[in-house]
């Protein structure tokens, strides 16, 4: 059994919306809640970034 690490970060977002972490739709508020998964995907690419 290996890890089960994301390819890409669209993958590391639908895995944190299937946890509960990320919300499936944009509310689109003018300031972006927490949970919003726009942002959630521009987090992990810049630490995909990171750690490439």
Same mark, same amino acid.
């Given at each position: 059994?290996?890890?089960?690490? &994301?390819?890409?970060? #669209?993958?590391?977002?639908?895995?944190?919306? /299937?946890?509960? *972490?990320?919300?499936? $739709?944009?509310?689109?508020? &003018?300031?972006?809640? #927490?949970?919003?998964?726009?942002?959630?995907? /521009?987090?992990? *690419?810049?630490?995909? $970034?990171?750690?490439?």
């Amino acid at each position: 059994m290996g890890s089960k690490k &994301s390819k890409t970060p #669209a993958d590391a977002v639908k895995k944190l919306m /299937k946890s509960g *972490k990320v919300k499936k $739709k944009c509310c689109r508020s &003018s300031s972006r809640c #927490a949970k919003c998964p726009i942002l959630a995907l /521009k987090r992990v *690419k810049a630490e995909f $970034k990171r750690a490439a």
